[in-house]
T-cell receptor, first 116, second 114 residues
């Protein structure tokens, strides 16, 4: 049973380019979460999606960042016009039901974005 | 808003030493509490959890007790091993927000030497 799959594992972009990060949740999971891990800052929630719906995007920067989880295919986190401050590890997690009090999220190995 | 505060790292211990990593939280309502572990180069894995006051979560020799009176969920292990070297994250999930993701602390790095 494959776990949460993220790709690419490492991505290098120049300032101003676009970055697309993909996440395929575990089989049977319809809830996807994106987190950003910055050095010395821990893990910060960005967005929570269910199939075709954004449930909570309170942690997403207002500009340049967007996320989707289409009916078919992986969830995608898109960062337009990247800046050096976007360099971080981006983790995707999935769960079979809403996070809530059950709370077990299954994490992928992360995508490490480096902006030159 | 809800938040989690963990002790600053890194924590450096010798093998077989006793481990405590402190975690306190601020939340409205009655959250569930979790400890996740991140080994080098990997994603986070759930280590243990507790869903109500006085519950004790345990796994792989690690334990943590949900203390409502002190709003704490400290992680302990009686005898650490080199393989326990990792980053440990305390997290909470509020019960009145069914769809909300977990809120994590900043993480505490544990380094165990033989």
């Amino acid at each position: 049973n494959a776990g949460v799959m993220q790709n690419p594992r490492h991505l290098v972009r120049r300032r101003g380019q676009e970055a697309r990060l993909r996440c395929s949740p575990m089989k049977g999971h319809s809830h996807v979460y994106w987190y950003r891990q910055l050095p010395e800052e821990g893990l910060k929630f960005m967005v929570y999606l269910q199939k075709e719906n954004i449930i909570d995007e309170s942690g997403m920067p207002k500009e340049r960042f967007s996320a989707e989880f289409p009916k078919e295919g992986p969830s995608i986190l898109r960062i337009q016009q990247v800046v050096r401050g976007d360099s971080a590890a981006y983790f995707c997690a999935s769960s079979p039901r809403a996070g809530g009090r059950h709370g077990e999220l299954f994490f992928g190995e992360g995508s490490r974005l480096t902006v030159l | 808003g809800d938040s989690v505060t963990q002790m600053e790292g890194p924590v450096t211990l010798s093998e077989e030493a006793f481990l405590t990593i402190n975690c306190t939280y601020t939340a409205t309502g009655y959250p569930s509490l979790f400890w996740y572990v991140q080994y080098p180069g990997e994603g986070l894995q759930l280590l243990l959890k507790a869903t109500k006051a006085d519950d004790k979560g345990s796994n792989k020799g690690f334990e943590a007790t949900y203390r409502k009176e002190t709003t704490s969920f400290h992680l302990e292990k009686g005898s650490v091993q080199v393989s326990d070297s990792a980053v440990y994250f305390c997290a909470l999930s509020a019960t009145n927000q069914a769809g909300t993701a977990l809120i994590f602390g900043k993480g505490t790095t544990l380094s165990v030497s033989s």
